[in-house]
Nanobody, 123 residues
Framework: QVQLVESGGGLVEAGGSLRLSCAVSGITFSNYAVGWFRQAPGKEREFVGSIFRTSRTYYGDVVKGRFTISRGNVGTMYLEMHTLRPEDTAVYYC??????????????????WGQGTQVTVSS
């Protein structure tokens, strides 16, 4: 059974930092692209970033230069978020799938999803 479990969300003031973690089990972690999406109330799911098995990373335009994705020990992925803004408030989802460069930002390219963790940035 494939499981993705996010942790690390919470409330932070604007300008602050948070680190989200995603624990992945049930798949060969290194064979998949793993990434983060977010969804704010009333908005579509938005691409945050992804890391391929080559360790190449890709980011959505709104987070470039502020967020960093990395792989940790077996089955763990992190999202380091800095200089947070109120507009970063959303539920953040970890995802894994057979995404390729042309589909890296498309949620449909990711087959497995976590339940999400809330990030709230106060102004």
């Amino acid at each position: 059974q494939v499981q993705l479990v996010e942790s690390g969300g919470g409330l932070v003031e604007a300008g602050g930092s948070l680190r989200l973690s995603c624990a992945v089990s049930g798949i060969t972690f290194s064979n998949y692209a793993v990434g983060w999406f977010r969804q704010a109330p009333g908005k579509e799911r938005e691409f945050v970033g992804s890391i391929f098995r080559t360790s190449r990373t890709y980011y959505g335009d709104v987070v470039k230069g502020r967020f960093t994705i990395s792989r940790g020990n077996v089955g763990t992925m992190y999202l380091e978020m800095h200089t947070l803004r109120p507009e970063d408030t959303a539920v953040y989802y970890c995802a894994a799938g057979r995404a390729i460069l042309s589909t890296v930002g498309n949620p449909d390219a990711y087959q497995y999803w976590g339940q999400g963790t809330q990030v709230t940035v106060s102004s």
